[in-house]
């Protein structure tokens, strides 16, 4: 293991080692350039909200109701707060009259939504993930950050789910025999950010059924509904080959074995 | 002090970096690099990315490299962006967008005219995008690896698609025909047992399962919409065709002889369902004066689906239907299931919002859904051993039906100066109806084997506050907890018949989720330049459940607590750096309706704990170059009991990814980027199977023309 582990640091130290030492030596020199991060754009100033309605009033007249209209307040100090704060500094954007790459756009880069939702880039960055850092798919795929809730819940036509099978066609059933934690969302059982386990499972083993399965423990044996399950549960998962294998609702078992 | 002629390429490396510390080497621009002055001049508005990389080193699992960098092993390359666009027909524009990147299956063809004077538009193009999937696995923790496909898959999602519409003066107009599908490969935790566990005899269910997917799905939209100063209205219809033809491969008991049944076999199943969805729906928004906004909308959607499937045991994947092959345990499978399914949704919603104040703005609103749906299919069951194989007929039916209504009302409250509070409430209350019955049997011996009512009502509650302060220009804070209720209480009549021994959800009487969940975050800007944020999240969610003829039991309890922090530095005008982190502590312990006895074999708590580290620093070289640095940490450990018991994959691992990319702007429209990306990942819990080492290379070129 120590072995190992030091041929581990040694694949990164060195060539780590090497950029630092470069980085360092050419920093000696003299340059003028301004660093950036987003949201930000090189040049640019903060212009305040009124100017983008002028043009983008379709999504402004809509915006009172949303998630990030509730980061305004009264007072000085939060300043630049508006369509600035997730689009970036705004005066190219508007002395030109909206040309490209003027302006950030976070639906096609996380990098802007992971500045306040920190904890979002480490659940994406799992192996178990939506594939958002790759680029294939975008935060605003299933969220709306201009309009009512984030992702489409409370008083709206859709529900959260609604937003999963526009992809997921298989999973949506309907299904002769269903299976009711269906009914409670997608994310009673999946984690839809990023998950160590593997399918963004909130769990990799039988407990992820014992939540609602509970088991019952008599002298011979482990009963889960009327079966003793005793030497099954050491076996895998519940959903395992044989047993339930179709846990999303089934059109041919009651006990959502195939 | 002048702009970076380059700055906004750091932007763009920021959000490359953001990708490449998970997705390594995804070189595909977000956007193409821009200075401040082709900014503020912008007349130019195509471009050409061009993108490739290859492998220097991969030791180890090529299909676990593929799923983590989503990257194929052999290499990529091609456009990763380009736009051209010109005027056309007059004064109309047509932009053509693409992308074709071979070896990682991603393309994009686009064309866009656009009338700006009279406001109409067509929209066609065409996509395709590859996910990378690992079907690796088999490992018992005896040693032993069990490889039964091939473990390098694919999945491909695809879009075909045109619209046309027009946006003049108050109306609004579109029509959308699109053609999606989603084709290939990928594993399936439906996993195939084997007896070479490690732990005895015991079977153990490790080995991944195969699922072809093909899957299509056919769509026409058409909405309309009027937009004047006091009020909006839109309608729009909906029209789908949906096609699955999946099909999933089970290989079970592999390697073990096969005369008694209970041996090496493929267990093949087919999936097939067509299904025809019609929705339609409408809105309409009132604007009353300046304070109150008053929304309403209304849905329908119906769908019809009819059924078809086989399952079966086969020697090989790819096998046919015999009933004198030997299946063994739990080996029942069903010949031509066929049936069909209805669904009918209606939904109601009606929202207000009223400025009650100068610093008061209160939100409400109400949603009805009623859902019905009907369910048929028959099939042929098949059982038995080899020599007295069984075909026995079944059918079976589901009514389902309920009804729900939400209410929500929302206050956002900034009376105080700084501050802003925005209280929350929401409350539903439903029920319905399941009817289910099952027949088994030839006709007229055919007999009743399940014959179930259940009654089910919920109520749901969810009530908290957010709330945020600004004390300074450089700190401010945010707060927010809720609690959610859910209760569901389940009433079923089930008629006793001979062999029946009540299943689910005839054993649950009454479940009650309750969450608990609390955040605090703060931003600090230490100084020009420095800035940290720092968030924490815990949430406990219970689960109580009531089986009947049992005492009710805490069957779940989970707690989870998130602490991530991101530090931004801006160190001097040409270095700047990120640090960030995301530290996880998850677990889930079930419970037990009694404990008489300890049962070797249960399972009762699970970790789903790991940390991540992510750091980049970017450094200006000089008025033409970059150089960025980044690395990404991953480990887990929740190595306990239950690894030896369950399912171990993943349960321990690591993973390093260093990388340095070079860029540089070779004219004012064109640059080159080189990235080297070092990756080590290690999983002892998959026995070193999904390890790998790899070092890649990638470069790209950009212009703009």
Redesign the interface.
């Known amino acids: 293991m120590m072995n190992?582990r030091k041929r581990?640091w040694a694949?990164?130290v060195i060539?780590?080692a090497v950029?630092?030492w470069?980085?360092a030596v050419?920093?000696c020199?003299s340059?003028?350039?301004?660093?950036?991060?987003?949201p930000?754009?090189?040049?640019?100033t903060y212009v305040g909200s009124d100017d983008c309605s002028a043009c983008h009033e379709a999504v402004t007249k809509k915006f009172?109701?949303s998630t990030h209209?509730?980061?305004?307040?009264?007072?000085?100090?939060?300043?630049e707060i508006g369509c600035e704060s997730c689009h970036g500094p705004a005066s190219?954007h508007v002395?030109?009259g909206g040309?490209?790459?003027?302006i950030?756009?976070p639906g096609?880069?996380?990098?802007t939504c992971?500045?306040?939702h920190?904890?979002k880039?480490?659940?994406?960055?799992?192996?178990n993930?939506h594939?958002v850092?790759?680029?294939?798919m975008s935060c605003s795929d299933c969220h709306s950050p201009h309009e009512g809730k984030a992702s489409d819940g409370?008083?709206?036509?859709t529900t959260v789910s609604d937003g999963c099978v526009k992809?997921h066609?298989?999973q949506s059933?309907?299904?002769?025999?269903?299976h009711?934690a269906a009914r409670?969302g997608c994310t009673v059982c999946h984690s839809p950010h990023g998950?160590?386990?593997?399918?963004m499972?909130?769990?990799?083993?039988?407990?992820l059924c014992?939540?609602?399965?509970?088991?019952?423990?008599?002298?011979?044996?482990?009963y889960i509904?009327?079966?003793d399950h005793?030497?099954f549960?050491?076996?895998?998962?519940c959903?395992?080959?044989?047993?339930h294998?179709a846990v999303h609702g089934s059109?041919?078992s009651?006990?959502l074995?195939? | 002090?002048?702009?970076?002629l380059?700055?906004?390429t750091?932007?763009r490396v920021?959000?490359l970096a953001?990708?490449t510390?998970?997705?390594v080497g995804?070189v595909?621009a977000?956007?193409?690099p821009?200075?401040?002055?082709?900014?503020?001049?912008?007349t130019a508005?195509d471009w050409a990315s061009f993108s490739g990389g290859a492998q220097l080193k991969l030791d180890g699992s090529a299909a676990s490299y593929q799923?983590?960098h989503?990257h194929e092993e052999a290499g990529f390359g091609g456009v990763d962006s380009f736009r051209v666009s010109s005027t056309v027909f007059g004064d109309r524009i047509l932009r053509i967008d693409g992308k074709a990147i071979v070896g990682d299956n991603e393309y994009l063809v686009r064309a866009l005219l656009k009338d700006e004077n009279n406001g109409w538009y067509v929209d066609a193009g065409y996509k395709e995008?590859r996910?990378f999937y690992a079907g690796t696995g088999g490992y018992s923790p005896g040693g032993l690896w069990i490889q039964p496909h091939d473990d390098q898959l694919a999945l491909d999602?695809g879009e075909l698609w045109m619209e046309a519409g027009f946006d003049k003066d108050a109306w609004t107009f579109k029509i959308r025909g699109s053609h999606k599908y989603?084709k290939g490969q990928k594993?399936s935790?439906?996993?195939?047992?084997s007896v070479y566990s490690g732990?005895g005899t015991?079977?153990?269910?490790?080995?991944p399962?195969l699922l072809d997917?093909d899957?299509t799905?056919d769509t026409i939209e058409i909405d309309l919409g009027y937009v004047s100063e006091k009020f909006e209205a839109g309608a729009g219809l909906r029209a789908e065709s949906?096609e699955?033809e999946?099909k999933?491969t089970?290989l079970?008991n592999p390697g073990q002889a096969n005369p008694s049944g209970s041996g090496q076999r493929y267990?093949n199943?087919y999936?097939g369902?067509e299904?025809d969805l019609f929705s339609a729906?409408g809105y309409v928004v009132s604007y009353v004066g300046d304070r109150l906004t008053l929304s309403g909308?209304a849905?329908q959607t119906t769908?019809d689906?009819v059924?078809s499937?086989d399952?079966f045991f086969a020697a090989t994947a790819d096998g046919v239907y015999d009933p004198r092959f030997p299946r063994g345990?739990?080996?029942?499978g069903?010949n031509d299931?066929h049936?069909d399914?209805q669904?009918d949704q209606w939904?109601i919603?009606?929202?207000a919002?009223f400025v009650a104040g100068k610093?008061w703005?209160i939100?409400g609103?109400?949603?009805y859904e009623n859902q019905s749906?009907d369910?048929?299919?028959e099939?042929i069951e098949t059982a038995g051993p080899a020599s007295a194989p069984l075909e026995e007929p079944?059918e079976?039916?589901?009514e389902?039906e309920f009804d729900e209504v939400?209410?929500?009302i929302e206050a956002?409250y900034?009376?105080i100066?700084?501050?802003?509070f925005?209280p929350f409430v929401?409350y539903a209350v439903g029920s319905g109806s399941?009817v289910?019955e099952?027949m088994e049997g030839h006709a007229p011996a055919a007999v009743l084997v399940?014959d179930r009512d259940t009654e089910f009502d919920r109520d749901y509650l969810k009530y908290g506050i957010?709330g945020?302060w600004?004390?300074?220009?450089w700190f401010?804070g945010a707060l927010g907890a809720y609690r959610k209720e859910?209760n569901?209480g389940y009433d079923t009549l089930e008629r006793v018949l001979p062999g029946d021994?009540?299943?689910?959800?005839a054993?649950?009487d009454d479940?009650d989720?309750l969450t608990d969940d609390i955040y605090l975050?703060g931003?600090v800007r230490a100084m020009k330049g420095l800035s940290l944020?720092?968030?924490w999240?815990r949430m406990r969610t219970t689960?109580d459940?009531t089986?009947l003829a049992?005492q009710g039991?805490v069957?779940?309890d989970?707690d989870i607590d998130?602490i991530?922090?991101?530090v931004?530095w801006?160190a001097?005008?040409?270095?700047?750096a990120?640090v960030?982190?995301?530290l996880?502590y998850d677990q889930?312990i079930?419970?037990?309706?009694?404990?008489?006895?300890?049962?070797?074999?249960?399972?009762?708590?699970?970790s789903?704990d790991?940390t991540?580290y992510?750091a980049i620093?970017?450094?200006?070289?000089?008025?033409t170059s970059d150089?960025q640095?980044d690395?990404?940490y991953?480990s887990?450990d929740?190595v306990d009991a239950?690894y030896r018991?369950?399912?171990p994959?993943?349960?321990d691992?690591r993973e390093?990814v260093?990388g340095?990319t070079y860029t540089k702007r070779l004219n004012a429209d064109v640059n080159i980027a080189l990235r080297?990306v070092?990756s080590?990942y290690?999983e002892p819990s998959s026995g070193g199977y999904m390890d790998y080492?790899s070092q890649m290379l990638y470069g790209r070129l950009q212009m703009r023309f």
Request: charged share 15%; proline share 3%; with cysteine.
């Open positions: 190992m581990r694949r990164f060539p780590g950029a630092a470069a980085a050419i920093s020199t340059v003028n350039r301004v660093m950036v991060v987003p930000s754009i090189p040049g640019a009172a109701g209209s509730k980061l305004h307040v009264n007072g000085g100090n939060a300043q190219v002395q030109n040309g490209l790459f003027t950030v756009n096609r880069n996380p990098d992971f500045q306040c920190v904890d880039r480490g659940e994406f960055s799992l192996a993930a594939p850092m790759s680029g294939d409370g008083a709206q036509l992809c066609a298989a059933g309907p299904f002769v025999f269903e009711e409670e998950s160590v386990n593997q399918k499972l909130k769990t990799r083993n039988a407990t014992l939540q609602c399965h509970s088991q019952v423990q008599t002298s011979t044996g482990i509904g009327s079966r005793a030497s549960l050491g076996q895998g998962t959903w395992s080959g044989g047993c294998e059109h041919a009651q006990s074995r195939f | 002090m002048t702009p970076s380059y700055g906004r750091f932007l920021s959000a953001a990708a510390l998970a997705s995804s595909y977000y956007d193409i821009t200075s401040p002055e082709l900014v503020a001049n912008a508005e799923r983590r989503q995008s996910v999602r989603r594993d935790t439906m996993w195939g047992d732990l015991t079977a153990r269910k490790t080995v399962a997917i899957e799905r949906i699955v999946n999933s089970i079970r267990q199943t999936t369902s299904s729906h909308a849905s769908m689906t059924l499937g399952r345990n739990t080996a029942h069903y299931l049936g399914t669904w939904v919603v009606g929202n919002s610093d703005t939100v609103g109400l949603r749906q369910s048929f299919s099939y079944f079976q039916e589901g389902r939400l209410a929500t956002n900034t009376g100066d700084n501050w802003v925005t929401e399941l289910e099952q399940l957010n945020r600004y004390p300074t220009t401010n859910r569901n021994t009540s299943r689910y959800p054993f649950i479940q989720f975050k931003t944020t720092a968030r999240d689960i459940t089986e049992h039991t069957s779940s989970q998130i991530s922090a991101t931004t801006v001097t005008s040409r270095v700047s990120q960030g982190a995301n996880v889930m079930t419970g037990s309706v009694s404990a008489n006895t300890a049962v070797a074999s249960s399972v009762a708590k699970f789903s790991y991540t992510n620093v970017m450094v200006a070289l000089d008025e150089l640095v690395y990404y991953y887990t929740n239950n018991l369950t399912l994959y993943g349960m691992a390093d260093l340095v080297l070092m080590d290690s080492d």
